[in-house]
């Protein structure tokens, strides 16, 4: 069974630092493209960045661009998301999800994390 | 403002068929596959089809998808108040190397 099990979520400052880490389970993990998407409350999804299986391909979403680094480890079955700069409209549900690709820019998002919230406030 | 475009609502009885539309450009949709996930209330997103018309394993054949040009359209046979949920189109787009999502369509089953 595919579990997506994200962590280090929270409240921070505007202008602060988070990262996200998501531990995956249930599948070669290796093999596979990962890719966070998040939620604001009420709100549609957003896609916000994808890394290949290799970790070598890093894709970003222009709201995102410049301040999130994605990457992954697979000896450890996890990807992260380093946020920096951080901005009220950052405040979401974000979701760790895994690809049905490995090259990360096909976007057929297969399993989803339960997400892990992200509130930036003073 | 989403890069696809999907009706905010839709409405159909139990029993009936509803079709959820989703309209993009030639950067996006009319050159690659496209995906639908359905969000249950307070649930996470779940792959309903990929591919543009390909049921992943346990996806009901109710759910049907259909690709023409730069838009794709979703159906939903024999409807249940169990479908009543926020149905997203996804795909890749081209221009700026990145994945993107329609602003999701509210199901209600009356």
Do not use: H
Not at chain 2, 13 to 23: H, L, R, T
Not at chain 2, 31 to 39: A, G, H, I
């Amino acid at each position: 069974e595919v579990q997506l099990l994200e962590s280090g979520g929270g409240l921070v400052q505007p202008g602060g630092s988070l990262t996200l880490s998501c531990a995956a389970s249930g599948f070669t993990f290796s093999n596979y493209a990962m890719t966070w998407v998040r939620q604001a409350p009420g709100k549609g999804l957003e896609w916000v960045a994808a890394i290949s299986d290799s970790g070598v391909g890093t894709y970003y979403g222009d709201s995102v661009k410049g301040r999130f680094t994605i990457s992954r480890d697979n000896s450890k079955n996890t990807v992260y998301v380093q946020m920096n700069s951080l901005r009220a409209e950052d405040t979401a549900l974000y979701y760790c999800v895994k690809d049905r690709c490995r090259s990360g820019s096909c976007s057929v998002l297969d399993y989803w994390g339960q997400g892990i919230l992200v509130t930036v406030s003073s | 403002q989403s890069v696809l475009t999907q009706p905010p609502s839709v409405s159909a009885a139990p029993g009936q068929k509803v079709n959820i539309s989703c309209s993009g450009s030639s950067s996006n949709i009319g050159n690659n596959n496209v995906s639908w996930y359905q969000q249950l209330p307070g649930t996470a997103p779940k792959l309903l089809i990929y591919e543009n018309n390909k049921r992943p394993s346990g996806i009901p054949d109710r759910f049907s998808g259909s690709k023409s040009g730069t838009s794709v359209t979703l159906g939903i046979a024999g409807l249940q108040t169990g479908d009543e949920a926020d149905y997203y189109c996804g795909t890749w787009e081209s221009t700026v190397g990145a994945g993107v999502f329609g602003g999701g369509t509210k199901l209600t089953v009356l």
